[in-house]
């Protein structure tokens, strides 16, 4: 009787329960007291035990009510043995065959999922710093897919000489493996100087005829040299520093290719180009130029986004200003973009040609490493102002990943890939740099046609990067009241804005750089936006002189800051 009860709901229970007791009571009358006690005593044990049940183990009832939480199936874990195998199998460790102590070279360091599901892998490249500087020794791939590839460049300068027999450890939650890595490092080739003579009318020796030209100057001493020529670093009498470059030796092709860097160098006159002091072939031919601190060969990469950002818009402004008279660069790389107080400077225009003069297909000479298409083939065409936007491409890849869009043991391989292989993309190597991507991708497309046509349109697309990150960390500067840095990021899009030619939005930059100027400055920067905004109701271009004394009042609001 009790279970009868006790199978439905309590409240069910008891209406049965007093229909029961209503029933018994009925049929045997006032003698009813007595069974009636013992059927609800019944009732109330049986209600107990069913209450102590429930606090330890749910009912069928209830079991059905509520089935248990299905857990979804998941994919089949590898033995642990087979992991360490599977995980030996996808590294892909990538390394030059062949390698010279001390100079600096590339390894990929790349892994594809050969499991059946997503995971993170770690590559731990110490082991190789017996052998090499390399950097970074930790790899990290987060989320890798099934069956997908990730990759990592690496740079390595080899320390010396021998049989590289190293190991590296490739890890992936508990389990690890390693994967054995080898190959030949070589004493690097003697290089033969090539002698300093340069050929001249006269019967002195060439130690003499450098003398003759370092006399000029208190000091002189070799700062640099390349294929063509040697650079120094002199201070002239008045204290100024500038720079010397003197050709090794001259043939008659050599002795051309002096004299048009000399013509077409001598007609740019821009912030961003280093500026030609004097030249002349007596008492040997050499150019004197200004002097910058350091080149974009010699900065540690990568960079910050907004730092290479930076850098190369800076580039295109100086192109701008050639391209606007005729003149391309076509053997730009980071070596010939030097930096002075931060600014980039174009320098080395001994391969720059003058469009109208140019009748040639192909560059005689260029840096393989950069050269565009156009400049291997014919198929792609002739060079002009597009390939110099291919080479501001690749020096903007290597800012972001720290290598060159392609590279290759020799020329061969080199120029096989440029003309035939698609770029890896940036992102790939430095995830940071998926935001300047769809620019560099376009740069580096091996159909002029699908380049950016012009320099100023591949500025622009970098100017609204900028500008983007130049507002964002001005409003965050104002909002926590830091002054300083405010005035740099309104100096900063005030600039900006001026190179663009887009007068509206200088003068509006110019209103907020107001409010951090001072004294003799803000009376310098309010005569400046007057001559702006007379500039635009006139529709007149911001001329170059006037960017350029923007850029010395902008400096000294900065200065005035770090001075504070």
């Known amino acids: 009787m009790g279970h009868w009860f006790m199978d439905d709901d309590i409240v069910e229970s008891l209406v049965k329960l007093f229909l029961v007791v209503l029933f018994v009571s009925f049929i045997f009358g006032r003698s009813s007291s007595f069974i009636v006690f013992i059927i609800v005593l019944a009732w109330f044990g049986h209600f107990i035990r069913h209450l102590l049940k429930d ?65 993170n892998v770690e590559v731990d490249l110490e082991n190789l710093g017996k052998y090499f500087d390399i950097s970074p020794t930790r790899l990290y791939f987060q989320n890798i897919r099934p069956g997908e590839y990730v990759s990592r460049t690496v740079k390595i300068v080899p320390r010396k000489s021998g049989k590289v027999n190293a190991k590296v450890i490739v890890r992936s939650g508990l389990v690890s493996a390693k994967v054995k890595v080898t190959t030949n490092v070589f004493e690097r080739p003697e290089r033969k100087e090539a002698p300093a003579e340069v050929p001249t009318p006269a019967h002195h020796g060439s130690s003499s005829l450098l003398e003759a030209l370092f006399s000029r100057y208190r000091k002189a001493e ?80 990568p960079v910050s986004i907004e730092k290479a950002t930076k850098i190369i818009f800076d580039v295109c402004e100086g192109l701008k200003y050639a391209h606007s008279k005729g003149i391309v660069h076509r053997d730009l790389k980071p070596s010939n973009i030097l930096l002075k107080n931060g600014k980039a400077k174009i320098s080395d225009w001994g391969l720059s040609k003058l ?63 440029i003309t035939l292989e698609e770029v890896i993309l940036p992102s790939q190597i430095n995830p940071d740099a998926k935001v300047l991507e769809p620019i560099i991708l376009k740069c580096l497309q091996k159909e002029k046609d699908k380049r950016y046509r012009s320099i100023e349109e591949l500025q622009q697309d970098l100017a609204k990067i900028l500008g983007f990150n130049y507002k964002e960390n001005l409003n965050k500067s104002i909002s926590v009241r830091d002054f300083s840095r405010s005035a740099y990021y309104a100096g900063e899009l005030f600039l900006l804005y001026l190179k663009l030619g887009d007068s509206v939005n200088s003068i ?8 951090y100027a001072k004294g003799d400055v803000k009376e310098e920067l309010s005569k400046l936006k007057e001559q702006l905004k007379l500039r635009l109701e006139n529709n007149l271009d911001i001329p170059p002189e006037l960017i350029e004394k923007a850029e010395i009042i902008v400096h000294k609001i900065k200065l005035g800051f770090k001075e504070a």
């Open 355 to 417: 469009l109208k003069d140019s009748k040639t297909t192909l560059a005689v000479s260029f840096t393989p490493l950069y050269a565009a298409p156009e400049q291997i083939s014919g198929k792609f065409g002739t060079t002009d102002e597009r390939t110099d936007v291919w080479q501001v491409g690749a020096v903007l890849y290597e800012l972001v990943t720290g290598r060159p869009p392609f590279l290759g043991e020799d020329f061969v391989e080199i120029a096989s890939k």
């Open 55 to 119: 606090a330890f183990k749910s009912t069928y009832k209830y079991k059905r009510r509520y089935p248990p939480r299905q857990i979804p199936p998941q994919p089949p874990r590898a033995p642990r043995e087979d992991m360490k195998d599977i995980l030996r199998k996808s590294l892909i460790v990538d390394i030059p065959k062949k390698l010279h102590a001390g100079e600096e070279s590339y390894m990929t360091v790349g892994f594809r999922n050969g499991t059946l599901g997503m995971i």
């Open 508 to 515: 509006k930059y110019a209103e907020d750089l107001t409010h």
């Open 222 to 301: 070799p700062i640099g040299e390349g294929g063509f020529a040697r650079v120094y670093r002199a201070e002239k009498m008045d204290g100024t520093v500038v720079a010397i470059k003197v050709p090794i030796s001259l043939t008659e092709e050599g002795g051309k290719a002096f004299l048009k860097e000399v013509r077409n160098w001598s007609l740019l006159t821009h912030p961003n180009i280093v500026e030609l002091y004097d030249y002349n072939i007596f008492p040997v031919p050499y150019l004197e130029m200004e002097y910058c601190e350091t080149s974009l060969a010699k900065v540690e990469k």
